[in-house]
């Protein structure tokens, strides 16, 4: 069987990795191209900012924005996704676990009405696992319980490894605390590709075994994230799939715009409010 050249994979990329491919939804609706396309522009119109970085909640800045947090085992590729989404270098990546300490606020989405650095807050916490720091859980679970201004915790699953036993914790606890939480698989490359290869050319029926693989995974994590027998509030019904280095073409990267939108979704940003017009004002 031929193997596909570049541009006939690029065409088959595009054909079977459209958002609903990316993103497993069985509660939520699957984002329309206007509503990524808006998320994109809420992250890249105007440039984030790291306001600063904490490794303790009590000298947690008071704010009145949305926040949301981004949770993963040490090297899942939390960092490198948010550097991804923001298309801006500001957290620290490295190959050695546990390279980020602090709890780290940036501020999104330009200057809002009120004069606030930002019309949300998204923050990148350390990792747990190997690396980490039993002081660093602790912080991170005070931030979650106690910061009201959280909206979401986004926890982050190596497609490639599936949920390992800190990941359940950590969910148990989420769902204990009855926090609103959602999983994202990164690194989806590595299910979809030749990790070895990149993206190379490969054969069709190989790439479209690897989409069902990919939609495999997902319903195994499911079924995890949503035990018959909970122990408090699931996680969203949504399973969104990225990958921080893999790039269609010269912008898009796998999945980032369904991440964008989840955010801004959970923050309640996600629709743009429109002008009253004279006729419908009371």
């Not at 984002?31 to 909640?57: G, N």
């Not at 949503?226 to 408090?232: C, K, L, M, T």
């Amino acid at each position: 069987m031929p193997k596909l050249r570049i541009s006939e994979l690029r065409t088959l990329i595009a054909k079977h990795i459209s958002p609903s491919a990316l993103a497993y939804h069985w509660e939520t609706p699957v984002p329309t191209s206007l509503q990524l396309r808006r998320a994109e522009e809420f992250f890249l119109t105007h440039r984030p900012k790291l306001l600063y970085s904490t490794p303790t909640f009590r000298t947690v800045q008071q704010s009145t924005l949305p926040e949301v947090a981004f949770l993963g085992r040490s090297n899942v590729g939390k960092s490198s996704l948010l550097n991804g989404i923001m298309r801006k270098e500001l957290c620290h990546t490295s190959k050695k676990p546990g390279r980020t300490t602090y709890m780290n606020f940036i501020a999104v989405g330009g200057q809002d009405e009120n004069g606030n650095p930002g019309r949300m807050l998204v923050l990148d916490m350390p990792g747990y696992g190997k690396g980490s720091r039993p002081e660093w859980g602790a912080e991170v679970m005070k931030y979650l319980v106690g910061r009201r201004q959280l909206r979401r915790a986004f926890v982050l699953i190596d497609a490639s490894h599936g949920l390992k036993k800190s990941d359940e914790t950590l969910l148990h606890s989420l769902r204990e605390y009855a926090i609103s939480h959602q999983v994202i698989l990164s690194k989806v490359d590595r299910i979809l590709f030749d990790h070895d290869e990149g993206m190379r050319p490969l054969h069709e029926e190989k790439f479209q075994s690897n989409i069902a693989e990919l939609r495999r995974i997902c319903e195994e994590v499911r079924a995890k994230i949503q035990p018959r027998e909970s122990d408090g509030p699931e996680a969203l019904g949504e399973i969104v799939s990225c990958s921080a280095d893999k790039r269609l073409d010269k912008k898009a990267k796998l999945g980032l715009n369904q991440v964008r939108w989840a955010v801004i979704a959970a923050a309640g940003l996600g629709e743009k409010k429109r002008r009253l017009l004279p006729s419908e004002m009371c």
